[in-house]
């Protein structure tokens, strides 16, 4: 009879050489090196954008990306957004990217709570409009 031996099972599951070379490619929140083949969107989004640095507060742009699920909309989005805030750092700006999934947070409240608190405000889950959040 063999003795069944549950240690040496976890152990030998523990020691499996993983399939995956880089784990966190498959979340949400990667940002690859390089996006092949979105040279073309990103000077779409750098001239959309460019008055925010050429001519800071002159006027809001707003822009719309639509496409299939995993195009790669939002890893375009944050790529461009995270080297914009860096360029305008560079240029003694004070510039925030805020990203916000509409998706998950589908009310307004929630929208404009995102918000508060990716700027760093303290808003409680509940008691406040969204008005009074967007005056805080």
Same mark, same amino acid.
Not at 67 to 96: C, H, P, Q, W, Y
Not at 106 to 118: C, H, M
Not at 121 to 134: C, Y
């Given at each position: 009879?063999?003795?069944?031996?549950?240690?040496?099972?976890?152990?030998?599951?523990?020691?499996?050489?993983?399939?995956?070379?880089?784990?966190?490619?498959?979340?949400?929140?990667?940002?690859?090196?390089?996006?092949?083949?979105?040279?073309?969107?990103?000077?779409?989004?750098?001239?959309?954008?460019?008055?925010?640095?050429?001519?800071?507060?002159?006027?809001?742009?707003?822009?719309?990306?639509?496409?299939?699920?995993?195009?790669?909309?939002?890893?375009?989005? *944050?790529?461009? @957004?995270?080297? +914009?805030?860096?360029?305008?750092?560079? &240029? /003694? #700006? %004070?510039?925030?990217? $805020?990203?916000?999934?509409?998706?998950?947070?589908?009310?307004?409240?929630?929208?404009? *709570?995102?918000? @508060?608190?990716? +700027?760093?405000?303290?808003?409680?889950? &509940? /008691? #406040? %409009?969204?008005?009074? $959040?967007?005056?805080?």
């Amino acid at each position: 009879m063999v003795k069944w031996d549950a240690r040496k099972i976890i152990e030998d599951e523990l020691n499996k050489q993983s399939i995956f070379k880089n784990r966190e490619s498959l979340m949400p929140e990667y940002i690859p090196e390089a996006l092949p083949h979105r040279d073309n969107e990103l000077k779409l989004l750098a001239s959309y954008f460019r008055h925010l640095i050429v001519n800071p507060g002159s006027m809001s742009q707003r822009v719309l990306i639509v496409g299939r699920v995993g195009t790669g909309k939002t890893t375009l989005m *944050r790529t461009f @957004a995270t080297n +914009l805030t860096s360029i305008a750092r560079e &240029r /003694g #700006l %004070s510039f925030d990217y $805020i990203h916000v999934n509409c998706y998950r947070n589908r009310s307004l409240f929630s929208i404009v *709570r995102d918000i @508060a608190l990716q +700027l760093g405000l303290s808003v409680p889950h &509940r /008691g #406040l %409009s969204s008005k009074e $959040i967007m005056d805080a």
